[in-house]
């Protein structure tokens, strides 16, 4: 059984940066990316970027080029989620999926970043 756990989520004031982890429990095909995705208050969960477990081939939303970064570390069966200069907007819960590109099979529960101005 895969299990995923996010942390490093937190408040944080507008212009700082966070490091959001994805610990991966148990056998994930090798074939399978593993993406974060978050959703804001009232609004619709939305993509932010994925990479594989592979090949570390990665993708971003367009919303999240130039200041979110996706990377992994096989070893810890850890996937990690770089944001810098955080913006009020960025306030979401932040979770991380793995499945094949557009069939994410497993999900974690989940960390809230919440940025301040």
């Known amino acids: 059984q895969v299990q995923l756990v996010e942390s490093g989520g937190g408040l944080v004031q507008a212009g700082g940066s966070l490091r959001l982890s994805c610990a991966a429990s148990?056998?994930?095909?090798?074939?399978?990316?593993l993406a974060w995705l978050r959703q804001a208050p009232g609004k619709e969960r939305e993509f932010v970027a994925r990479?594989?477990?592979?090949?570390?081939?990665?993708y971003y939303a367009d919303s999240a080029k130039g200041r979110f970064t996706i990377s992994r570390d096989n070893a810890k069966n850890t996937v990690y989620l770089q944001i810098d200069s955080l913006k009020p907007e960025d306030t979401a819960v932040y979770y991380c999926a793995s499945g094949s590109t557009y069939d994410y099979v497993y999900w974690g529960q989940g960390t809230q970043v919440t940025v301040s101005n």
């Open positions: 990479i594989s477990w592979n090949g570390g081939s990665t």
């Open positions: 148990g056998r994930i095909p090798s074939f399978y990316i």
